[in-house]
């Protein structure tokens, strides 16, 4: 079995340049783009897109999905211009030559009042998304609607195309028991982020730092895919304009690249512990 290792690079600098050496000094080859340059992802114009993924691909760095912040909008906020947006990340995905979008299922305050209405855009969504060949990913997160397994599943049952990203910090923010979301979703979850939190204080850590079981997440794998480090370690350009909550952090780094390249050295030491063998970029088992 093998596992490739992606990651959300603009947590090392803001500068695309910058973001690339990361990755080749960590032995990376895919990236989730989010923030390039100062911008994000879902603001970048077509043409600007386009020489973007001719520096990526020059540098041999491929895109594995496009982090954008779709579905980060309250559920009662206008949804048309949103519809608009997914239209344009879907032609933006096609330009870096991927068919992955990461996205959410909207904040709320009420489950129950407000589902009908999560399910009725997360279709409209991936209809568009699908128009293009372009496949949807929802993330688990505080305060939207999948921010628990049990709806996770609801929403994977009901939104026919829409598929699965599993990020245990998030759930162990949430208070979701880690091993029941890993009994319900693992086995459907199409791809991995691997971020670690301690339980009660939601302070975010490296891998294995943490409540969220990681290793034995990654042994519940079976079958080649991908796993995405978003670190979280130390504030990045552009984290507040994707995340409103306060990042906590038991650890300190002097600066973000450092703190970049300790989440993957501790991702690496964990595939290494469960007797993964790193080959030519690729981790084996």
């Not at 409103?244 to 993957?264: G, P, R, W």
Request: include cysteine; charged fraction near 30%.
């Amino acid at each position: 079995m093998t596992l490739r290792l992606c990651a959300f690079a603009d947590e090392a600098s803001p500068s695309l340049e910058k973001q690339v050496e990361a990755l080749k000094r960590n032995k990376i080859s895919l990236i989730e783009l989010r923030n390039i340059n100062g911008e994000n992802i879902s603001k970048i114009t077509q043409e600007r897109a386009k020489e973007y993924a001719e520096y990526l691909k020059c540098n041999g760095i491929s895109v594995w999905s496009i982090g954008s912040p779709l579905g980060k909008i309250n559920i009662e906020d206008d949804f048309e211009e949103h519809l608009k947006l997914t239209e344009h990340v879907s032609n933006l995905a096609k330009i870096f030559e991927t068919d992955k979008v990461r996205m959410f299922s909207f904040f709320l305050s009420d489950h129950i009042k407000h589902r009908d209405e999560v399910i009725e855009r997360l279709n409209k969504m991936v209809k568009i998304a699908s128009k293009n060949n372009i496949c949807l990913y929802s993330e688990n997160e505080k305060d939207i609607y999948c921010d628990m397994a049990k709806y996770t599943i609801d929403i994977l049952d009901n939104v026919k195309g829409l598929k699965s990203i599993f990020d245990p910090a998030n759930y162990i923010q949430c208070g979701q028991n880690i091993d029941e979301a890993f009994d319900r979703l693992v086995d459907r979850t199409d791809y991995f982020h691997i971020k670690d939190a301690i339980l009660g204080s939601n302070e975010v850590v490296p891998a294995g730092k943490g409540n969220g079981k990681i290793e034995e997440m990654i042994k519940r794998i079976k079958k080649d895919a991908v796993v995405s480090i978003e670190p979280h370690l130390k504030i990045f350009s552009g984290f507040n304009d994707i995340d409103k909550h306060n990042l906590k952090n038991k650890y300190f780094f002097n600066s973000n690249e450092e703190a970049f390249d300790a989440a993957v050295d501790a991702v690496k030491l964990l595939l290494k512990n469960i007797g993964y063998i790193e080959k030519n970029g690729l981790w084996i088992i």
